[in-house]
């Protein structure tokens, strides 16, 4: 054998191998040691029927709080001026929108009825 490469083979040793093990050690302990900020909001939700989602229209003036109702969802809207008086979807506001929405309209007709998969049949004949 090469005489360099038996020296630099024997250069080599254990010690190299147990300080790159504690320090391995050390940096996966003080990663470990890293909480988050804040712990994850709680995500459960509360169920609200019709009437309830109907009280928060934003009637009440520009603070008040509005919601709307989606596929089951509930949504707080109020920070956008479109679910406001004047807005283009002010009549959203405090309803259930699914089959309007599904329908690409605003009319009144299609507000607060409920979306059912299994129950709702939706008129597939009108022209767009």
Same mark, same amino acid.
């Given at each position: ?10 250069? $080599?040793? $254990? ?8 320090? $391995? @050690? ?7 040691? !890293? ?14 029927? !019709? ?22 969802? @509930?949504?707080? @809207?109020?920070?956008?001026?479109? $679910? ?36 709702? @049949? ?7």
């Amino acid at each position: 054998m090469n005489k360099e490469y038996v020296e630099n083979r024997e250069e $080599f040793d $254990f010690t190299y191998w147990i300080i790159g093990l504690v320090g $391995f @050690v050390i940096l996966y302990k003080v990663l470990n040691l !890293i909480q988050p900020a804040e712990p994850m909001p709680d995500l459960t939700q509360k169920k609200y029927s !019709i009437d309830e989602i109907r009280k928060f229209d934003g009637a009440k003036g520009p603070e008040d709080t509005v919601y709307i109702g989606l596929m089951g969802y @509930v949504f707080d @809207v109020s920070s956008s001026p479109n $679910f406001r008086a004047g807005g283009m979807y002010e009549k959203f506001a405090g309803r259930e929108i699914s089959i309007a929405c599904a329908n690409y309209s605003t009319e009144e007709k299609f507000l607060d009825e409920i979306y059912d998969p299994e129950t709702t @049949v939706l008129d597939t004949t009108k022209q767009q």
